[in-house]
């Protein structure tokens, strides 16, 4: 009978550097990095692949994997330490580069996250046991995982991370429960075989009830509201970063079943306060601007779930607060109840504290690069403090920064990454439609595509235009967009399936670094 794996030099090491918190001490890490390079040895020397015989259980080969990812996560984030979060080290690509080894194989975190542990095991709560180096990640566990008794432990895992108020929060008045977004990250995994954002929602609901003791009866009409994300480090060394303007996400989940958009960016124009030298849409003073229409709205309520997330995109939306104030009174006053996201550069602070004073469903998103300063033209001191001061008072209607960026314009010919979060929220994944007048232009991107037609309006009359910008005169505004959660289709695919700029419209629409508000 071969020897069962052991873990005791992982236990030992996890007990000497996670807090009580469940944080990691990197220095002291870095002490006993041989104990580590030990551990990681062991685990590419053995695993349930090559040795099976050593794995004689499926919660050893849990357990195997789960330790693994924890191990290895660790081991890479020290070859970088310090740093301050797993998306700033210097190779990048954390998740996807293949440098460890387990029982021979080379394999990324993704490949044991994705490819074994998702995709062998069945288990959800997996997700409150592996910890990927980031504040919003299930506390660390000071000992390593064992094959027996593993399912408690898992249970335990999941509903210590449930009594966590970051994680979990049920506002009954409300009626709402504000949740980690690692339910919707992971929202399939949560729901079985279900295709709609409802039924996600309703299997993160049953999760919930199931890990906590709450009747599903009581909360089954609930609004579920993902928190953001923290992605700053794990680190016992420093505090995180709850500031009260917190990194933006958005809250919409694209689900194969779903049969109403989800979310619709509305778009006025590229008139602005500012000319960010990034910018996306070309935004400037001599940029063109055109109210929202009735026609516009009606064609949005037509199109977008009475719930979904309407998006007020810019140009600089506070330049016309009272139009945008009206457009929005439009939609509720016809049945919108969702959530409306304003995208602003926050220099006029009153404006835009006024836009969202007018409705109580509203958020604002400020362009990072201006509320911090960086490469850009700070916002003016008084501004920042206001709003932060408003944030300070409004938690979750003011964001900073937000990772989907909508590309027109001159920013059509700019190159883009693929998003981190593709699979769950659809943009990069070759699913972008853009509507234009008359229909021109309406881009297909895929077989599951869904085309959105606007209504015809006039072309707006000769604006635009710096030399270079593909000519948004005639395009107008409105672009409507539609997102497929689908697979993810590498940068490249979109690019050969057709995503090329048209110059009579809004043209390709996708995530990108850069900023526009
Ligand atoms: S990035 Fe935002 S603030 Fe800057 S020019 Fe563009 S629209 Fe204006």
Redesign the pocket.
């Known amino acids: 009978m071969p020897e069962p794996f052991r873990y005791d030099a992982w236990s030992g090491l996890l007990a000497e550097i996670v807090t009580a918190e469940g944080k990691v001490d990197y220095a002291r890490l870095a002490e006993r990095r041989d104990v580590l390079e030990r551990v990681v040895a062991g685990l590419g020397a053995a695993s349930p692949e090559s040795d099976p015989a050593r794995f004689p259980a499926e919660e050893d080969r849990l357990a195997y994997w789960l330790n693994a990812y924890n191990a290895f996560t660790l081991h890479a984030i020290l070859a970088e330490y310090p740093i301050t979060s797993v998306w700033k080290t210097c190779a990048g690509q954390f998740f996807q580069r293949r440098q460890h080894v387990a029982g021979g194989r080379a394999l990324s975190l993704d490949d044991i996250e994705h490819e074994i542990l998702r995709g062998q095991f069945a288990e959800p709560r997996i997700h409150f046991a592996i910890n990927c180096g980031s504040n919003g990640c299930p506390p660390m566990r000071p000992a390593a995982y064992e094959g027996e008794r593993l399912r408690e432990t898992l249970r335990a895992a999941a509903e210590q991370f449930l009594a966590g108020e970051w994680n979990l929060r049920v506002d009954h008045d409300a009626r709402r429960v504000f949740i980690s977004r690692i339910f919707k990250m992971y929202a399939e995994d949560f729901a079985g075989e279900a295709g709609s954002t409802e039924e996600y929602r309703r299997g993160v609901l049953r999760f919930v009830t199931q890990h906590t003791g709450l009747p599903l009866a009581r909360i089954a009409d609930y609004e579920v509201v993902y928190n953001v994300y923290d992605w700053g480090l794990n680190d016992a060394a420093r505090t995180p970063h709850l500031g009260p303007i917190l990194f933006h996400e958005p809250v919409e989940h694209f689900a194969e079943g779903d049969t109403e958009l989800r979310e619709l960016h509305l778009y006025e124009g ?1 008139f ?5 030298a ?7 003073p001599e940029g063109w601007y055109q109210r929202y229409s009735p026609a516009v709205l009606d064609q949005a309520l037509a199109t977008l779930a009475p719930d979904g997330n309407l998006k007020f995109y ?3 939306p506070t330049l016309h607060a009272g139009e945008v104030k009206q457009a929005i009174r439009y939609v509720r006053e016809r049945g919108f109840r969702g959530l409306v996201t304003v995208f602003s ?1 926050g220099v006029k602070a009153e404006r835009l504290i006024d836009i969202l004073e007018s409705d109580r469903r509203s958020e604002a998103v400020l ?1 990072y690069s ?1 509320y911090h300063g960086r490469d ?1 033209e700070p916002l003016p001191p008084h501004a920042r403090a206001r709003l932060e001061a408003w944030a300070a008072e409004h938690p979750g209607r003011v964001f900073q920064g937000y990772k989907v960026l909508f590309h027109a314009g001159s920013g059509a010919d700019l190159p883009y990454d693929r998003d981190r979060e593709a699979g769950f929220h659809g943009l990069g994944t070759g699913c972008v439609h853009v509507s234009s007048l008359g229909g021109r232009g309406a881009r297909s991107c895929g077989a599951r595509a869904r085309r959105v037609e606007l209504p015809d309006v006039p072309p707006a009359s000769g604006r635009a235009s710096r030399a270079g910008v593909r000519s948004l005169t005639g395009a107008h505004l409105r672009s409507m967009v539609e997102r497929d959660a689908g697979g993810a289709v590498p940068t490249e695919a979109a690019e050969k399936a057709g995503h090329t700029a048209d110059p009579s419209n809004l043209t390709r629409i996708m995530p990108a670094e850069g ?3």
């Open positions: 590229n602005c306060n500012r000319t960010c990034w910018c996306t849409i070309n935004g400037s810019g140009g600089e550069n362009n201006i850009a900023s526009a508000t």
